[in-house]
């Protein structure tokens, strides 16, 4: 039997925790790789990285380095070829070895143990952890135990081995096969002490991630509670603002309703406000527009003064040549006269002398006298020796137009002649200027309309030749007019058509004008009315009646003027011009004093005929006397405080409308002063009550949108607007104030559910608050 000895430094360089335990037991490095070479392996040179040299000193070069990679690669085949022998010595001496690590590895591994039992008791959390941890340190002991066992076995086989080869050299190799095979048991022993070793190592690896676990649960868990302390504080710290946010939420909504009733003034003045700068703009435009206009005829004027000028030349020359005619013609005149005279003188002698003063006698006159009177002012014409109408009696224009009111003066439309196209512009009256209608050649279509001025000066459009309609054309000598001074007489106007608003003067000229234009033919009975009644008819259709013709005017009846439909409109037109027969008093009148208090009528200067009444000087209240038709009897209408006594004229005279609206007075009481604490004492219901019913009015459409005067309809909307923002938060005195105060007309039209449940409300709300007043 062949027997090789293996050093351990030579094991130790084929096995790497081998290796590592030598070197941790100080036994030194592993074994030059070379062969045949007991030399320890050279250290790492200072400086240098990367794993130390595998030769010694002497044989750590390239040229040794490759004999011995040679060498190894020999082995390598051989050994592949053939299993390599176990030798006792080698077997033996790695027996030693290791003996010698585990006496050394044994206490250290048990140090170890208790170190990582201890550990992961210390460390374990849970029942399950300290369980795994004594199943594994109870198999680690098992297989320690295992492994000493089958070391002293190994030790027992070694030495009686030993003894076996000194007692006798025959028993030898049975005492080397049987070291080799306890050798081998060994190092099975020590792999598996080793695996165990490795496993403990494992496990002490997942111990350690379990405590490392734990641990940052355990930081984990301190850091959730104290942010949970952190949010309990902010929590807190949250409720806290919350409530001062919800105190300072209900004084900002008390505030935004208070700016929302501001902002609804501002927006309605804003409106108006935008109103009138549209209508600014808009005239501004129709300026610059006028202005342009201007200018264009401007430039044509300088050129037609021009042609005017000549033309005047012209008529100044045909004017003499007319002159020298007229007076030969009056030369011619008076010869004829004479000789007529002298007829007439031999006549009257040859015949007997009549009692009496003769014809010409008792109407003498000169020869100036007796020019007729188309010889006066100008040359006798054609139309001179025709029958002319009667120059006392002026003929009725054939149509009127009205053109409403502009600048302070009435305007009017008026064609003499049916077949004329000319039309007369009037101002107050008074010529303006003139439309008429342009015709083609053919005059089968209209091309426009020309307007001219009073002074002749023609009018034409921007940048067109004419204006496209008649209602342009007029515009433009109204604008004419009004940039020209008025006349310096303006025409006295009664001051009963005067007082009435522009709607009620368009229905009374429109009703009059068809009397003002009645022929025989198509007016009926209209035409038959006297002619001073139809003057004062014209003058009223031009917008300029005087007293006198309102009363010719008032004077007619429907017997008069027949049951046609004009007659009927003229009537109607007639009450709005004077609502009630003349009263005998027209002054004021005293009442004297009734209940304590002194009461008066005074004359009512927004209404013809009516009177305000007054209570120690302060309006209280307003009568009015109405008469639906000619025919019927005057009755009043009474007002007390915007609310109206009864239904319509319901009281049969001045005295007992009057007597009503002081009944009324008597009975109504006043509100407390606006700094009366009451006005806080309203019930929460009530105020309830007040926004529900405020919220279903609608400002925009109906009564309330057009509500007189402006300044009241302005505070009754505010009061509405502020009514209906809150149910809980209290109104202002002012705005409350004119709430209690109006009157059920002023809500709605009869009938209105929301209007009738508002005023419900309101009038609940002033009984509650007259009986809680701290003052009387």
Not at 65 to 73: E, N, V
Not at 127 to 146: G, S, Y
Not at 372 to 384: L, N, R, V
Not at 599 to 610: H, I, M, Q, T, V
Request: aromatic residues 4%; contains cysteine; negative net charge.
């Amino acid at each position: 039997m062949t027997t090789t000895t293996t050093r351990p430094g030579l094991a130790a360089a084929t096995d790497e925790w081998l290796a590592k335990k030598l070197m941790e037991a100080g036994f030194g490095g592993p074994d030059c790789d070379f062969p045949d070479c007991s030399n320890a392996r050279a250290p790492r040179p200072e400086g240098k990285s990367g794993p130390p040299p595998k030769y010694c000193v002497q044989h750590n070069n390239p040229r040794d380095r490759q004999i011995a990679y040679r060498a190894r690669k020999a082995l390598e085949k051989e050994r592949a070829a053939q299993p390599e022998p176990v030798l006792v010595q080698q077997a033996v001496a790695r027996g030693a070895r290791e003996e010698q690590v585990l006496a050394t590895l044994l206490p250290r591994v048990l140090t170890a143990l208790e170190a990582v039992q201890q550990g992961q008791q210390a460390g374990a959390d849970t029942t399950a952890v300290a369980a795994h941890i004594a199943e594994v340190n109870t198999a680690a002991d098992e297989r320690v135990r295992q492994a000493e066992e089958r070391r002293e076995e190994a030790v027992r086989d070694a030495g009686q081995a030993r003894e076996e080869a000194a007692r006798s050299e025959e028993a030898a190799a049975q005492a080397r096969a049987e070291q080799q095979a306890a050798q081998m048991e060994a190092a099975t022993a020590l792999r598996e002490a080793a695996d165990a070793d490795a496993r403990a190592t494992a496990d002490r690896a997942a111990l350690d991630e379990l405590s490392d676990t734990h641990r940052q649960l355990r930081d984990e868990h301190h850091e959730l509670s104290g942010k949970h302390e952190e949010l309990s504080g902010r929590h807190q710290e949250l409720e806290r603002t919350h409530a001062a946010l919800a105190s300072e939420h209900g004084s900002l909504r008390t505030e935004h309703g208070r700016l929302q009733g501001e902002a609804q003034v501002l927006r309605e003045r804003v409106k108006e406000l935008s109103g009138q700068k549209a209508r600014l703009e808009e005239d501004q435009r129709r300026t610059a527009a006028e202005l342009a206009a201007a200018q264009t005829e401007n430039t044509g004027l300088t050129a037609q003064l021009g042609e005017l000028r000549q033309h005047r030349e012209e008529l100044k020359a045909q004017i003499e040549r007319q002159a020298g005619q007229l007076e030969d013609e009056r030369v011619r005149h008076r010869r004829e006269v004479q000789t007529l005279r002298g007829q007439l003188d031999e006549a009257r002698a040859a015949a007997p002398r009549a009692d009496g003063p003769s014809e010409d006698e008792s109407a003498p006159g000169t020869e100036d006298d007796q020019v007729p009177t188309g010889t006066q002012d100008g040359p006798a014409t054609d139309d001179d020796s025709d029958e002319a109408p009667d120059s006392t009696e002026p003929a009725f224009p054939a149509a009127i137009v009205d053109l409403g009111r502009h600048g302070g003066s009435g305007w009017s439309l008026m064609r003499r002649d049916p077949g004329w196209d000319t039309w007369t512009v009037l101002r107050d009256g008074e010529t303006a200027g003139s439309i008429q209608p342009k015709h083609s050649l053919l005059g089968n279509s209209l091309l426009g309309w020309t307007a001219r001025t009073s002074h002749s000066i023609p009018l034409s459009p921007y940048r067109d030749k004419y204006f496209p309609n008649r209602e342009q054309a007029a515009g433009a000598v109204i604008r004419d007019g009004l940039r020209r001074a008025a006349n310096a007489a303006p025409v006295a106007v009664a001051a009963a058509f005067a007082a009435l608003d522009e709607p009620t003067q368009e229905a009374v000229v429109a009703a009059v004008i068809p009397l003002a234009t009645a022929t025989p033919e198509r007016g009926g009975r209209l035409a038959q009315l006297p002619r001073t009644v139809r003057e004062a008819a014209l003058r009223t259709a031009l917008r300029v009646p005087s007293d006198q013709d309102l009363d010719h005017l008032t004077a007619l009846d429907a017997q008069a003027l027949g049951r046609s439909k004009q007659a009927r409109h003229f009537l109607t037109a007639l009450q709005d011009l004077r609502p009630a027969e003349a009263q005998e008093e027209t002054g004021p009148v005293d009442l004297g004093t009734i209940g304590g208090r002194a009461w008066r009528l005074e004359p009512d200067p927004a209404y013809l005929g009516g009177y305000r009444v007054l209570a120690d000087g302060t309006e209280v209240g307003a009568i009015t006397p109405v008469r639906r038709r000619k025919t019927d009897t005057v009755r009043w209408t009474a007002e007390h405080r915007r609310r109206t006594l009864g239904r319509g004229p319901a009281h049969a005279g001045r005295e007992t409308a009057a007597q009503a609206v002081i009944t009324a007075e008597d009975a109504w009481v006043p509100l407390p002063p606006l700094d009366d604490g009451a006005y806080r004492r309203i019930p929460a219901g009530l105020r309830s009550d007040l926004y529900g019913a405020a919220g279903r009015i609608d400002l925009r459409r109906g009564r309330l949108a057009q509500i007189q005067p402006g300044a009241y309809r302005q505070q009754l909307h505010a009061a509405i607007g502020q009514a209906r923002r809150t149910a809980t938060g209290h109104i202002r005195g002012q705005h409350l104030a004119v709430l209690l105060d109006i009157a059920r007309e002023d809500l709605g039209a009869p009938g209105s559910t929301p209007a009738d449940r508002l005023y419900e409300v309101i009038q609940d709300i002033r009984a509650v608050l007259v009986s809680g007043a701290d003052t009387t």
